[in-house]
C-alpha cells in the first residue's frame, strides 16, 4: 500500500505458529521436574538435545539438567499459558509473508517445511541452493496433509473464528478479520460439529486460569500436564 515501504522489504518472512506462552510458563515447567524457577534453576531453551528437543533447566549450584520432553512441556505450557489475543488469532502461517518456515514435526528428523508464497520468496529460496547455503526438495501431497502448516490449520484457524462468534454474540470486544464465518463452515461442514467442543474447551481454560483456581491448580503440574 505504501511505495516507501514497500521498497525497503526485501524479503518478508514468517512461522508457523500455534500460540505464543506467557513466561510464567516456565515455573510451572520447572515445578513439573521438581525444582523452583527461577530461584533454583535458570531456564536454557525450549528445543535443547535432539529433535525434537526439551525444555531445559540448569540448576544454578551444581550445574545439574533438567530436561522436560517438548510435548508433554507443550501441554502445560500451550492450555494455560496461551495470551488469550492468540486464542482468537486465526494466522496459522504468516499469511502475507513471502515465505513461512516452520517444524516439519512428522519428518522424525530436524527438517524444515517451507511454504513460498510468492515468486520473490522463491528466487531467494532458489539463489541459497545455487551458493549451497541449503538444500531443499518438494514434499508429497501426504507430507503435505499431514505437516505442521495443514494440521494447524485445523487447529487454529476454524477454533479461533468459533471463539470470536462466540465473544461477539455476548457482546465481548473481537477482533475482525473480514472472514465470511458462516461460508466458511459450509464449506467445510465436518468443522461446525466442532465448533461445540472449541469454545467449550476455551470457556474452561479461561474458567481454570485466573484467579484463585489458576493459583490452586499451579500447585500440581502433573494435573496441569494430563489435563492439557
Known amino acids: 500500500r505504501f511505495k516507501k515501504l514497500r521498497d525497503c522489504v526485501v524479503l518478508s518472512m514468517g512461522f508457523f505458529c500455534g ?14 521436574l521438581g525444582v523452583k524457577y527461577p530461584e533454583d534453576v535458570e531456564f536454557i531453551g ?23 520432553p517438548l510435548y508433554p512441556a507443550l501441554d502445560i505450557a500451550v492450555p494455560f499459558y496461551t495470551l488469550n489475543r492468540c486464542h482468537l488469532c486465526p494466522d496459522n502461517s504468516a499469511w502475507l509473508a513471502d515465505l513461512v518456515l516452520g517444524d516439519h514435526h512428522d519428518s522424525k528428523d530436524n527438517d524444515t517445511a517451507v511454504t513460498i508464497r510468492t515468486q520473490r520468496g522463491r528466487n531467494i529460496l532458489e539463489a541459497a541452493r545455487r551458493m549451497g547455503r541449503i538444500t531443499f526438495s518438494e514434499m508429497t501431497d501426504r507430507e503435505v496433509r499431514i505437516s505442521t502448516s495443514t494440521q494447524i490449520l485445523v487447529s487454529k484457524v476454524y477454533p479461533s473464528v468459533s471463539r470470536i462468534d462466540f465473544l461477539e454474540k455476548n457482546g465481548r470486544p473481537i477482533p475482525i478479520f473480514g472472514f465470511d464465518h458462516p461460508e466458511m463452515f459450509r464449506r467445510n461442514p465436518q468443522f461446525k460439529r466442532l465448533r ?17 483456581r489458576f493459583k490452586s491448580i499451579k500447585r500440581f503440574p502433573w494435573l496441569m500436564e494430563h489435563f492439557g
Do not use: C, M
Not at 525450549?46 to 522436560?68: C, M, Q, S, W
Open 196 to 212: 461445540f467442543l472449541w469454545v467449550f474447551k476455551y470457556r474452561i481454560l479461561s474458567y481454570l486460569s485466573t484467579g484463585w
Open 19 to 32: 500460540g505464543v506462552q506467557e513466561i510464567d510458563a516456565l515455573e510451572a515447567l520447572a515445578a513439573s
Open 46 to 68: 525450549l528445543r535443547e538435545g535432539n529433535f525434537p528437543g526439551n525444555a531445559r533447566f540448569r540448576h544454578r549450584v551444581t550445574g545439574e539438567i533438567y530436561d522436560k
